[in-house]
């Protein structure tokens, strides 16, 4: 019998990867922790099939999303599926990762009112 350790992280998503949303078929092996979760500091942008999270500060930003527990080789998946558009930062407050946009300055899209991807699509 051989034993392998196996790192398990945490990650917050916000957009398609959610519960209820286009691409959460990838999240299937990973375990759903908590469900509508708020996260201040983040706003969201509408860019048609799917959102940019982008980092604000301001507490009053708020985005919704769900928190899962993901094994190492799904993140390495993860990090193929949101590409170059996207960085993975560790969210403060939360021991978990998170995808921005992978730009300095806010994008010229419309902003997600309310931050939730979900009722926003609706």
Known sequence: MYLCSVKIE???VYGTLRKGGTAYHLMSSCMLLEEGITVSGFKLYDAGEYPFAFYTADPMDIITGDMFEI???ILISLDEYEGEEYRKKV???FDCYIYI?????APFLPVVSGGDWLLYKK
């Open 10 to 12: 945490k990650i917050f």
């Open 71 to 73: 094994k190492e080789d």
């Open 91 to 93: 969210l403060p407050g």
């Open 101 to 105: 946009l992978n730009k300095n300055n």
